[in-house]
Protein backbone atom coordinates (compact mmCIF):
# COMPACT_ATOMS: atom_id res chain seq x y z
CA UNK A 1 0.00 0.00 0.00
CA UNK A 2 1.51 3.45 -0.68
CA UNK A 3 1.15 5.37 2.35
CA UNK A 4 -1.87 8.30 2.35
CA UNK A 5 0.06 11.88 2.58
CA UNK A 6 -2.38 14.18 1.00
CA UNK A 7 -5.88 14.51 0.41
CA UNK A 8 -7.80 16.95 -1.05
CA UNK A 9 -11.47 16.07 -1.14
CA UNK A 10 -14.56 17.94 -1.78
CA UNK A 11 -17.33 17.24 0.37
CA UNK A 12 -20.99 18.30 0.00
CA UNK A 13 -21.61 21.34 2.73
CA UNK A 14 -17.65 21.96 2.43
CA UNK A 15 -16.31 25.61 3.93
CA UNK A 16 -12.70 24.87 4.16
CA UNK A 17 -9.84 22.40 4.54
CA UNK A 18 -7.30 22.32 7.57
CA UNK A 19 -3.94 21.22 7.11
CA UNK A 20 -2.03 20.13 9.95
CA UNK A 21 0.98 17.62 10.72
CA UNK A 22 -1.24 14.83 10.64
CA UNK A 23 -4.36 15.24 9.90
CA UNK A 24 -6.33 16.67 6.99
CA UNK A 25 -9.81 18.96 8.85
CA UNK A 26 -12.60 19.65 6.55
CA UNK A 27 -15.40 21.76 8.14
CA UNK A 28 -18.77 20.89 6.60
CA UNK A 29 -21.30 23.74 7.04
CA UNK A 30 -19.38 25.33 10.45
CA UNK A 31 -21.42 22.40 12.36
CA UNK A 32 -18.86 18.70 11.73
CA UNK A 33 -15.72 18.12 11.12
CA UNK A 34 -14.42 15.78 9.30
CA UNK A 35 -10.53 14.52 10.08
CA UNK A 36 -8.91 12.56 8.05
CA UNK A 37 -5.83 11.09 9.81
CA UNK A 38 -3.31 10.68 6.92
CA UNK A 39 -0.27 8.54 7.06
CA UNK A 40 2.16 11.54 7.32
CA UNK A 41 4.38 11.46 10.02
CA UNK A 42 6.27 14.01 12.65
CA UNK A 43 8.76 14.16 14.91
CA UNK A 44 10.54 17.73 16.65
CA UNK A 45 7.92 19.65 14.70
CA UNK A 46 9.30 18.40 11.38
CA UNK A 47 6.68 16.59 8.85
CA UNK A 48 9.09 13.91 7.45
CA UNK A 49 9.43 13.15 4.01
CA UNK A 50 7.97 9.69 3.87
CA UNK A 51 4.59 8.44 4.85
CA UNK A 52 3.97 5.62 6.94
CA UNK A 53 1.23 3.01 5.26
CA UNK A 54 -1.31 1.88 7.89
CA UNK A 55 -0.59 4.81 10.48
CA UNK A 56 -3.25 6.82 9.87
CA UNK A 57 -5.50 3.74 10.55
CA UNK A 58 -3.65 2.92 13.43
CA UNK A 59 -4.14 6.40 15.20
CA UNK A 60 -7.70 6.71 14.32
CA UNK A 61 -9.01 3.71 15.64
CA UNK A 62 -7.03 3.83 18.74
CA UNK A 63 -8.38 7.19 19.14
CA UNK A 64 -12.13 5.81 18.29
CA UNK A 65 -11.56 3.05 20.71
CA UNK A 66 -10.77 5.24 23.38
CA UNK A 67 -13.25 8.16 22.73
CA UNK A 68 -15.76 5.50 23.36
CA UNK A 69 -14.32 4.37 26.49
CA UNK A 70 -14.98 7.53 27.75
CA UNK A 71 -17.87 9.10 26.93
CA UNK A 72 -19.00 8.41 30.50
CA UNK A 73 -16.51 10.88 31.81
CA UNK A 74 -16.99 14.49 29.50
CA UNK A 75 -19.03 14.46 25.85
CA UNK A 76 -16.46 14.15 23.03
CA UNK A 77 -16.74 15.48 19.51
CA UNK A 78 -17.29 11.66 17.68
CA UNK A 79 -20.64 10.99 16.06
CA UNK A 80 -19.10 8.26 13.26
CA UNK A 81 -16.10 6.63 12.03
CA UNK A 82 -17.30 5.93 8.74
CA UNK A 83 -13.74 4.66 7.20
CA UNK A 84 -11.35 3.48 9.01
CA UNK A 85 -8.65 6.63 8.67
CA UNK A 86 -11.74 9.32 9.27
CA UNK A 87 -14.00 10.04 12.70
CA UNK A 88 -16.62 12.65 11.52
CA UNK A 89 -17.47 14.84 14.79
CA UNK A 90 -19.01 17.95 16.08
CA UNK A 91 -17.29 21.41 14.96
CA UNK A 92 -16.20 22.89 18.75
CA UNK A 93 -14.56 26.22 19.06
CA UNK A 94 -11.12 24.95 20.53
CA UNK A 95 -9.37 26.03 23.93
CA UNK A 96 -5.74 28.15 23.03
CA UNK A 97 -4.54 25.38 25.34
CA UNK A 98 -3.58 21.47 26.11
CA UNK A 99 -4.38 19.96 28.94
CA UNK A 100 -0.75 17.60 28.99
CA UNK A 101 -0.60 15.58 32.36
CA UNK A 102 2.19 13.41 33.43
CA UNK A 103 2.12 10.51 35.89
CA UNK A 104 6.05 10.48 35.88
CA UNK A 105 9.03 12.36 35.57
CA UNK A 106 10.23 11.60 31.92
CA UNK A 107 10.71 13.21 28.48
CA UNK A 108 10.69 17.00 28.45
CA UNK A 109 9.88 17.50 32.14
CA UNK A 110 13.05 15.26 33.35
CA UNK A 111 15.39 17.51 30.79
CA UNK A 112 14.15 20.44 32.70
CA UNK A 113 14.45 18.78 36.35
CA UNK A 114 18.11 17.51 35.19
CA UNK A 115 19.34 21.16 34.51
CA UNK A 116 18.31 22.05 37.73
CA UNK A 117 14.67 23.16 37.45
CA UNK A 118 12.45 22.57 40.51
CA UNK A 119 9.21 24.09 39.10
CA UNK A 120 6.82 22.77 36.14
CA UNK A 121 3.60 25.00 35.34
CA UNK A 122 4.48 26.80 38.39
CA UNK A 123 4.08 23.38 40.43
CA UNK A 124 6.82 22.56 42.71
CA UNK A 125 9.01 19.48 42.44
CA UNK A 126 10.46 17.76 45.15
CA UNK A 127 14.35 17.22 45.15
CA UNK A 128 16.39 14.10 44.62
CA UNK A 129 13.83 12.83 41.87
CA UNK A 130 15.12 9.95 39.34
CA UNK A 131 14.04 9.82 35.68
CA UNK A 132 10.85 8.23 35.19
CA UNK A 133 10.30 7.93 38.73
CA UNK A 134 6.53 8.13 39.48
CA UNK A 135 4.81 11.54 40.95
CA UNK A 136 3.00 10.64 44.38
CA UNK A 137 -0.18 11.53 42.31
CA UNK A 138 -0.45 12.98 38.38
CA UNK A 139 0.79 16.50 37.18
CA UNK A 140 -1.44 18.36 35.16
CA UNK A 141 1.38 20.77 32.75
CA UNK A 142 -0.88 22.29 30.05
CA UNK A 143 0.52 23.94 27.22
CA UNK A 144 0.04 27.11 24.92
CA UNK A 145 -1.08 25.79 21.76
CA UNK A 146 0.83 27.41 18.66
CA UNK A 147 -0.35 27.35 15.25
CA UNK A 148 3.41 27.00 14.38
CA UNK A 149 6.08 25.68 15.73
CA UNK A 150 6.29 24.53 19.42
CA UNK A 151 4.04 24.84 21.99
CA UNK A 152 5.19 26.52 25.52
CA UNK A 153 4.66 25.61 29.38
CA UNK A 154 2.13 27.68 30.88
CA UNK A 155 0.65 27.73 34.24
CA UNK A 156 -3.07 27.43 35.51
CA UNK A 157 -2.89 31.38 36.72
CA UNK A 158 -1.28 32.25 33.92
CA UNK A 159 -3.47 30.85 31.46
CA UNK A 160 -6.26 32.45 33.70
CA UNK A 161 -4.66 35.88 33.91
CA UNK A 162 -4.20 35.92 30.64
CA UNK A 163 -7.52 35.36 29.51
CA UNK A 164 -6.70 32.33 27.33
CA UNK A 165 -9.69 30.64 29.55
CA UNK A 166 -11.88 31.36 32.31
CA UNK A 167 -11.05 29.95 35.77
CA UNK A 168 -14.47 28.02 35.72
CA UNK A 169 -13.89 26.09 32.21
CA UNK A 170 -10.25 25.48 33.14
CA UNK A 171 -11.49 24.12 36.42
CA UNK A 172 -13.67 21.79 34.70
CA UNK A 173 -11.04 20.78 32.41
CA UNK A 174 -8.91 19.88 35.13
CA UNK A 175 -11.21 18.19 36.64
CA UNK A 176 -12.18 15.85 32.85
CA UNK A 177 -8.49 15.61 32.71
CA UNK A 178 -7.90 13.94 36.08
CA UNK A 179 -10.69 11.29 35.51
CA UNK A 180 -9.43 10.70 31.80
CA UNK A 181 -6.02 9.85 32.94
CA UNK A 182 -7.59 7.46 35.16
CA UNK A 183 -9.16 5.92 33.03
CA UNK A 184 -6.76 5.45 30.90
CA UNK A 185 -4.04 4.52 33.52
CA UNK A 186 -6.93 1.50 34.37
CA UNK A 187 -7.12 0.22 30.74
CA UNK A 188 -3.39 0.26 30.17
CA UNK A 189 -2.82 -1.63 32.88
CA UNK A 190 -5.29 -4.36 32.04
CA UNK A 191 -3.17 -4.52 28.79
CA UNK A 192 0.15 -5.03 31.01
CA UNK A 193 1.29 -1.01 30.36
CA UNK A 194 1.49 2.01 32.07
CA UNK A 195 0.23 5.25 31.16
CA UNK A 196 3.15 7.77 31.63
CA UNK A 197 1.73 10.93 30.07
CA UNK A 198 -0.73 12.52 27.47
CA UNK A 199 -2.43 15.10 26.29
CA UNK A 200 -6.08 15.94 26.12
CA UNK A 201 -7.88 18.86 24.18
CA UNK A 202 -11.16 20.47 24.87
CA UNK A 203 -13.54 22.60 22.79
CA UNK A 204 -17.02 24.30 23.45
CA UNK A 205 -20.25 24.27 21.54
CA UNK A 206 -23.24 25.87 22.78
CA UNK A 207 -22.22 26.42 25.95
CA UNK A 208 -20.58 22.57 26.63
CA UNK A 209 -17.18 22.14 26.84
CA UNK A 210 -16.29 18.74 24.49
CA UNK A 211 -12.89 16.25 24.41
CA UNK A 212 -11.67 16.89 20.75
CA UNK A 213 -9.13 15.45 18.59
CA UNK A 214 -7.48 12.12 19.24
CA UNK A 215 -6.99 10.68 22.53
CA UNK A 216 -4.68 8.05 24.63
CA UNK A 217 -2.93 7.39 21.25
CA UNK A 218 1.12 6.78 20.45
CA UNK A 219 1.68 10.18 19.11
CA UNK A 220 -0.24 11.99 22.05
CA UNK A 221 0.86 9.72 24.86
CA UNK A 222 3.71 7.55 26.44
CA UNK A 223 3.10 4.38 27.89
CA UNK A 224 5.85 2.17 29.35
CA UNK A 225 5.51 -1.48 29.75
CA UNK A 226 4.85 -2.29 33.65
CA UNK A 227 6.95 -5.67 33.54
CA UNK A 228 10.23 -4.76 34.81
CA UNK A 229 9.41 -1.33 35.40
CA UNK A 230 10.48 -1.43 38.59
CA UNK A 231 13.21 -3.60 37.88
CA UNK A 232 14.76 -0.85 35.45
CA UNK A 233 14.06 2.04 37.44
CA UNK A 234 16.12 0.74 40.21
CA UNK A 235 19.07 0.00 38.06
CA UNK A 236 18.61 3.46 36.11
CA UNK A 237 17.83 1.82 32.95
CA UNK A 238 15.92 2.81 30.07
CA UNK A 239 12.41 2.25 30.33
CA UNK A 240 10.67 -0.37 27.81
CA UNK A 241 8.45 2.16 25.83
CA UNK A 242 5.20 2.20 24.06
CA UNK A 243 5.17 5.25 21.74
CA UNK A 244 6.69 7.01 19.10
CA UNK A 245 9.02 8.17 20.52
CA UNK A 246 11.44 5.28 18.85
CA UNK A 247 11.28 7.15 15.76
CA UNK A 248 12.55 10.35 17.40
CA UNK A 249 15.51 8.15 18.95
CA UNK A 250 15.79 6.72 15.78
CA UNK A 251 16.20 10.53 14.40
CA UNK A 252 18.24 11.40 16.93
CA UNK A 253 20.45 8.51 16.27
CA UNK A 254 21.23 10.07 12.61
CA UNK A 255 21.94 13.34 13.89
CA UNK A 256 18.23 14.77 13.00
CA UNK A 257 16.52 17.13 16.11
CA UNK A 258 14.69 19.42 14.01
CA UNK A 259 17.01 22.44 14.52
CA UNK A 260 18.13 24.90 12.17
CA UNK A 261 20.68 22.95 9.76
CA UNK A 262 19.96 19.36 10.08
CA UNK A 263 18.90 16.75 7.08
CA UNK A 264 16.46 14.29 7.68
CA UNK A 265 18.08 11.12 7.58
CA UNK A 266 17.26 8.88 4.22
CA UNK A 267 13.90 6.56 5.48
CA UNK A 268 14.84 3.91 3.09
CA UNK A 269 11.42 1.34 2.33
CA UNK A 270 13.28 -0.39 4.97
CA UNK A 271 13.02 1.95 7.40
CA UNK A 272 9.34 2.91 6.72
CA UNK A 273 8.27 -0.65 6.63
CA UNK A 274 10.22 -0.91 10.28
CA UNK A 275 8.10 1.85 11.54
CA UNK A 276 4.47 0.56 9.84
CA UNK A 277 4.83 -2.77 11.77
CA UNK A 278 5.77 -0.61 15.16
CA UNK A 279 2.47 1.04 14.55
CA UNK A 280 0.44 -2.25 14.22
CA UNK A 281 2.46 -3.44 17.32
CA UNK A 282 1.46 -0.50 19.16
CA UNK A 283 -2.09 -0.44 18.34
CA UNK A 284 -1.97 -4.56 19.24
CA UNK A 285 -0.66 -4.16 22.97
CA UNK A 286 -2.87 -0.40 23.50
CA UNK A 287 -6.32 -1.95 22.30
CA UNK A 288 -5.48 -5.84 22.78
CA UNK A 289 -6.83 -6.30 19.72
CA UNK A 290 -5.72 -7.91 16.26
CA UNK A 291 -4.81 -5.29 13.61
CA UNK A 292 -6.90 -5.62 10.76
CA UNK A 293 -5.29 -3.71 7.70
CA UNK A 294 -8.11 -2.03 5.74
CA UNK A 295 -8.22 -3.03 2.16
CA UNK A 296 -5.74 -0.58 0.15
CA UNK A 297 -6.73 -0.71 -2.79
CA UNK A 298 -8.24 3.09 -4.40
CA UNK A 299 -8.19 4.31 -0.70
CA UNK A 300 -8.98 7.64 -1.15
CA UNK A 301 -12.37 6.96 -3.00
CA UNK A 302 -13.06 4.59 -0.67
CA UNK A 303 -12.71 7.51 2.26
CA UNK A 304 -15.06 9.73 0.12
CA UNK A 305 -17.79 7.45 -0.61
CA UNK A 306 -17.74 6.10 2.98
CA UNK A 307 -17.48 9.74 4.02
CA UNK A 308 -20.20 11.15 1.73
CA UNK A 309 -22.56 8.16 2.78
CA UNK A 310 -21.93 9.29 6.77
CA UNK A 311 -22.81 12.88 6.08
CA UNK A 312 -26.31 11.91 4.36
CA UNK A 313 -27.57 10.77 7.42
CA UNK A 314 -26.11 13.87 9.75
Not at 90 to 119: D, N, Q
Request: hydrophobic share 35%; net charge negative; proline share 4%.
Amino acid sequence: MDAIVKTDFCFPGQKSVYKGKVRDVYDINDEYLVMVVSDRISAFDVILPEGVPYKGQVLNQIASKFLDATADIVPNWKIATPDPMVTVGHKCEPFKVEMVIRGYLTGSSWRAYKSGERTLCGLPLPEGMRENQKFDSPLITPTTKADEGHDENISKEEIIAQGLVSREDYELMEKYTYALFQRGTEIAAEKGLILVDTKYEFGKKNGRIYLIDEIHTPDSSRYFYAEGYEERFAKGEKQKQLSKEFVREWLMDNGFQGQAGQKVPEMTPAVVAGITDRYIELYEHITGQKFVKADSTHVLKRIEDNVNACLKTL
